[in-house]
């Protein structure tokens, strides 16, 4: 007897009542890479809970590579990165030395439009050259304002003011450093952006305004090779967050996985857990790792997005059955 219609009507019914997991399937997906739980700073807002007392564990290179390679082979990968953490440039003082450029350069070299998130606190620490070197080398050695370099301008990371603009004015004094600088912030700390483009001019730079791109955006350019974007967001109530008192609850935020452009966010963190959507709360996961004869591998990412599906479809039952969920009344 031929079972594919029944099958397949089947999964006709499914995707019409499930529509997460068929959403899923058919976005294209940006990787996230949060490669370490550690951090310097133990900030009161912080969605991923990080903090000095976490362990100083990474994602390894070659997992994050291997995972690069077989995004850039398929068709649904968006061709977009973050790398972030907890902190990222804690590499520097922990981790392989060289982990930062080795992960920038690989997504570079492959064409990948790369973003890395950093809290800047290492601007006047003792490593800060050295990661300004690998900065400098990365950025002039590729397409100009290929990399994307984001910071947070509020006033929940301490000295974020002056952190933010030391970087910049930093960058923007080297040779060829033709890079993207996002600095983003909260609704009720916008303040502090004009004051950030003042403490830059204070550092001796020129900021003139340029058109970008066919949206007519303009955008500050600072020393004639910085772009500067600045976005506010909304603060949500994951992980230290849910303890603050303006912090937006999210109902449902396992499926609130989605970009403003309609892509999907897949983020890998440094426990072995793959997790849809960058911020914490209730989330959809699964693990990159299988276990195999007392042996553990890597799941491919094939896998991983057909799991990562499969837990959505889970999650969706769950949620309509105990919570009354329903895809319409978002
Ligand atoms: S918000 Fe950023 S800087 Fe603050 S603790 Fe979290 S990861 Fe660190």
Same mark, same amino acid.
């Given at each position: 007897?031929?079972?594919?219609?029944?099958?397949?009507?089947? =999964?006709?019914?499914?995707?019409?009542?499930? &529509?997460?997991?068929?959403? =899923?399937?058919?976005?294209?997906?940006? =990787?996230?890479?949060?490669?370490?739980?550690?951090?310097?700073? /133990?900030?009161?807002?912080?969605?991923?809970?990080?903090?000095?007392?976490?362990?100083? +564990?990474?994602?390894? *290179?070659?997992?994050?590579?291997?995972?690069?390679?077989? $995004?850039?082979?398929? %068709?649904?990968?968006?061709?977009?990165? *973050?790398?972030?953490?907890?902190?990222?440039?804690? $590499?520097?003082?922990?981790?392989? #030395?060289?982990?930062?450029?080795?992960?920038?350069?690989?997504?570079?070299?492959?064409?990948?439009?790369?973003?890395?998130?950093?809290?800047?606190?290492?601007?006047?620490?003792?490593?800060?050259?050295?990661?300004?070197?690998?900065?400098?080398?990365?950025?002039?050695?590729?397409? &100009?304002?290929?990399?994307?370099?984001?910071?947070?301008?509020?006033?929940?990371? @301490?000295?974020?003011?002056?952190?933010?603009?030391?970087?910049?004015?930093? !960058? #923007?004094?080297?040779?060829?450093?033709?890079?993207?600088?996002?600095?983003?912030?909260?609704?009720?700390?916008?303040?502090?952006?004009?004051?950030?483009?003042?403490?830059? @001019? #204070?550092?001796?730079?020129?900021?003139?305004?340029?058109?970008?791109?066919?949206?007519?955006?303009?955008?500050?350019?600072?020393?004639?090779?910085?772009?500067?974007?600045?976005?506010?967001? +909304?603060?949500?109530?994951?992980?230290?967050?849910?303890?603050?008192?303006?912090?937006?609850?999210?109902?449902? %935020?396992?499926?609130?996985?989605? +970009?403003?452009?309609?892509?999907?966010?897949? #983020?890998?963190?440094?426990?072995?857990?793959?997790?849809?959507?960058?911020?914490?709360?209730?989330?959809?996961?699964?693990?990159?790792?299988?276990? @195999?004869?007392?042996? *553990?591998?890597?799941?491919? =990412?094939?896998?991983?997005? $057909?799991?990562? *599906?499969?837990?959505?479809?889970?999650?969706?039952?769950?949620?309509? !059955? !105990?919570?009354?969920?329903?895809?319409?009344? /978002?």
């Amino acid at each position: 007897m031929n079972f594919m219609p029944i099958y397949q009507k089947y =999964l006709a019914w499914r995707d019409r009542h499930f &529509p997460m997991g068929n959403i =899923l399937r058919h976005t294209q997906y940006v =990787l996230v890479f949060k490669t370490t739980n550690y951090c310097w700073y /133990r900030c009161p807002h912080c969605c991923e809970c990080s903090g000095p007392n976490n362990p100083r +564990t990474f994602i390894p *290179v070659r997992t994050i590579c291997s995972y690069l390679d077989q $995004a850039h082979a398929d %068709p649904s990968f968006s061709n977009n990165v *973050v790398f972030t953490g907890g902190e990222i440039m804690s $590499a520097y003082r922990f981790g392989p #030395a060289d982990y930062v450029p080795t992960l920038l350069n690989h997504s570079l070299d492959l064409g990948i439009g790369t973003d890395i998130k950093t809290n800047a606190a290492w601007v006047r620490a003792g490593f800060g050259e050295g990661i300004f070197q690998d900065l400098h080398h990365v950025i002039s050695s590729h397409k &100009p304002y290929s990399l994307q370099i984001s910071l947070s301008l509020d006033r929940y990371h @301490k000295n974020a003011l002056e952190n933010n603009a030391a970087v910049i004015s930093r !960058l #923007a004094k080297m040779p060829n450093t033709n890079a993207i600088v996002h600095v983003s912030g909260f609704n009720n700390h916008v303040d502090m952006f004009p004051a950030l483009l003042e403490r830059i @001019k #204070a550092n001796g730079l020129k900021i003139d305004e340029v058109l970008c791109g066919s949206a007519g955006k303009i955008l500050p350019r600072v020393g004639g090779r910085i772009l500067l974007q600045y976005s506010k967001g +909304t603060l949500f109530d994951g992980g230290r967050a849910r303890d603050m008192e303006w912090a937006h609850h999210s109902e449902f %935020p396992q499926f609130q996985f989605l +970009t403003a452009d309609g892509m999907s966010l897949i #983020a890998f963190d440094s426990a072995g857990r793959v997790t849809l959507g960058e911020n914490s709360g209730r989330k959809i996961s699964t693990s990159f790792l299988m276990r @195999k004869n007392f042996n *553990v591998y890597l799941k491919n =990412l094939y896998h991983i997005r $057909a799991d990562l *599906v499969k837990a959505t479809w889970r999650e969706e039952t769950r949620a309509r !059955l !105990l919570d009354g969920w329903r895809f319409n009344e /978002r």
